[in-house]
């Protein structure tokens, strides 16, 4: 009875608090979601570099998508654009942050795999979909077999294939998937809570879902991506961080829009789409070129970090 009253009493502070707990149980829950797929991956062989890009971004994708889905169940196109569109724009000050904090950092990789413009048209290709105003099923169908091919031109370029483990033995693997199965319903859970909160919150401060979905839900939804890097730059693993980034980049736009758009087509007005879309291309092309020097610095990270400056200018104050 006290907590009905509490509800209608203060909706606006209840849903705030709803919202943090949200981000704060996303969080833990996806830091052990990648924990546990990780930890099976370096058993198998897998190299830090492809770890990073496919294992460690697809773990952390996870808020992303199941907000997403939610987004998509309750014809809200623009939570669903606003979350991963926000997430991956967010993606961009992580990686200058990382650079921050190394100072200067040896950036050439030893996985082959995919072209930098491939990365970039792989990361673009939802909103050239979407400009009719709709990401179909057909659409998503589309992403998703980009996705795959990608990945599977990735996988050959990591050329360490025939050098993985065949035989691990349960006995080893059992906690890790334990891990996994457990912190992925909390994921699940939570990440159905920050959703229904955040569309009150945007109702009742007159704010649009898209919004809401770009700063609230996507940003909070990259807080796995900054424990991971910071943990990979800690530990000297650089390369895990940098495909991280990446990787979530691609799993974000071919793999959840993929996945949203074949669970329900996704209606979204895109004039709303043209800051973010500007920036995103612009952001992501630059941590592109400057993975590409041999050697990256904090002056580059600052770059980073002032493109996202510029975006939240233009979109909020423009």
């Keep these: 009875m006290v907590f009905e009253s509490f509800i209608s009493i203060h909706p606006l502070l209840f849903h705030s608090i709803i919202v943090l707990a949200s981000l704060i149980i996303v969080s833990k829950s996806s830091d052990l979601v990648v924990y546990g797929i990780s930890n099976y991956s370096k058993k198998l062989g ?14 952390t994708a996870m808020p992303e998508l199941v907000a997403s889905i939610t987004g998509a169940m309750i014809n809200k196109g623009e939570i669903v654009f606003g979350t991963v569109l926000g997430s991956n724009l967010f993606k961009i000050p992580l990686l200058g942050l990382v650079l921050l904090l190394a100072k200067n950092i040896k950036t050439r990789q030893t996985v082959g795999g995919n072209a930098p413009i491939i990365t970039l048209f792989v990361t673009m290709l939802p909103l050239l979909l979407v400009i009719d105003g709709v990401l179909s099923k057909i659409d998503g169908a589309i992403l998703i077999i980009a996705f795959i091919a990608y990945i599977a031109r990735l996988w050959q370029g990591e050329g360490k294939l025939g050098k993985m483990k065949k035989n691990i033995e349960l006995k080893n693997i059992w906690k890790d998937a334990i891990i996994f199965s457990l912190s992925l319903a909390a994921l699940l859970l939570s990440a159905r809570w920050l959703v ?18 770009l700063i609230v839900i996507g940003v909070g939804a990259s807080t796995p991506e900054l424990t991971v890097q910071l943990r990979s730059l800690f530990k000297h693993h650089e390369n895990l961080a940098f495909g991280n980034v990446f990787g979530s980049l691609v799993a974000n736009s071919a793999f959840v829009f993929g996945i949203a758009a074949l669970i329900k087509p996704v209606y979204i007005n895109p004039s709303s789409l043209i800051t973010t879309s500007i920036f995103m291309f612009l952001g992501t092309l630059a941590a592109l070129v400057l993975m590409e020097k041999e050697n990256v610095n904090w002056k580059h990270g600052l770059i980073l970090i002032g493109i996202y400056v510029l975006f939240l200018v233009f979109e909020f104050v423009f």
């Design 46 to 59: 897998v190299s830090d570099y492809l770890i990073g890009f496919l294992v460690v971004s697809i773990g």
């Design 196 to 213: 229904f909160s955040s569309m009150r919150i945007s109702e009742m401060l007159d704010i649009s879902p898209y919004v809401v979905g």
